[in-house]
DNA sequence: CTCAGTGCAAAGGATTTGCATGCCG
DNA sequence: CGGCATGCAAATCCTTTGCACTGAG
């Protein structure tokens, strides 16, 4: 066993919960859940923060880097895995919100590290109503928001 | 004459105002601003809205695309032109905040296209305070934040 | 004159795709 | 068996860079 992650109690039941739920979108949309894409969740739900590309296949060499974007684009498509575009050389990928709760993100803009926070509910509620308002006045269908803290990270 | 923007009386002094404001800006970090890059402001400054840098130089075709690229770069270093990027085929550019003001984006997954938004001022506090907690726990230095509604515009 | 800025063409690099093969249902 | 999934290598395409030339101070 890798000790490089203590899994909180109860984490194991989680992971077996994001695979049914996985498993579930995919066959919605006549996808197979196969020994990829599990590791690929697998990684990313070990992980606990968003990771890019060349993270994901370096934390599993079994993953080819073809098949890994072609598994994480089926994965976002089917509403398993959202994709994180910073500006940066990467993308990066983390599991959706159904599965990972609402949350936003602190981005470093030096090193380009990625780390999840968590709003007061009433401040989410706030912006969510500020957002629909708006959005309604143009016309816009919202689908989520996203809220990022650009700045320098401890390390930087 | 132009008449696809109808300009606010007062326009073409903030029109002046930003050039004096960017000229001062490069100034200060040794360049020049040259009708290169003050036709990119103008481009941008006439946009109203982020723009692509295929819409850039094809709004003035004396616009080369890699002056185009290297001006954005130079603009988006000394603060007057901010770059946006959603994860599409290509970046967006607007004028930065201290020119165009603290705004959001309304952003179309369908066909890419941003559009800016303004929220509430106590909104706009509250989030930035909430932001500005958390960052301290993780001993993360703010520089700014990003709130966009991603989702479907009226056309899409 | 000097050196930043410019434009063309070529390079760079993350991501995508073609194609032959493997494997699940 | 039939068709999705896989992996390798090659292609794609946004963006950056090399280089010779131009222009401002």
Redesign the pocket.
């Known amino acids: 066993m890798t000790a490089q992650s203590r899994p909180v109690p109860g984490d194991k039941d989680r992971l077996a919960e994001i695979h049914l739920q996985i498993g579930s979108r995919l066959a919605g949309q006549?996808?197979?859940y196969?020994?990829?894409?599990r590791q690929l969740v697998d990684v990313l739900a070990h992980a606990g923060q968003p990771m890019?590309?060349p993270d994901i296949v370096a934390a599993d060499r079994?993953?080819?880097?073809?098949?890994a974007?072609?598994?994480l684009?089926?994965l976002v498509r089917c509403g398993a895995i959202r994709k994180i575009s910073t500006g940066g050389?990467?993308?990066h990928f983390e599991l959706a919100e159904p599965l990972l709760g609402h949350h936003h993100h602190l981005i470093c803009t030096s090193c380009g590290a990625i780390e999840d926070i968590h709003l007061d509910s009433d401040v989410e509620l706030l912006v969510d109503q500020s957002l629909t308002a708006i959005a309604s006045q143009s016309g816009f269908t919202p689908i989520h928001h996203s809220l990022d803290l650009h700045g320098h990270c401890a390390d930087c």
Chains 1, 2 share one sequence.
């Not at 196969?34 to 894409?37: C, D, I, N, Q």
């Not at 079994?62 to 098949?67: D, E, G, I, R, T």
């Open positions: 006549d996808h197979r196969t020994s990829g894409r890019t590309l079994n993953l080819a880097q073809s098949s974007y072609r598994n684009d089926v050389d990467h993308a």
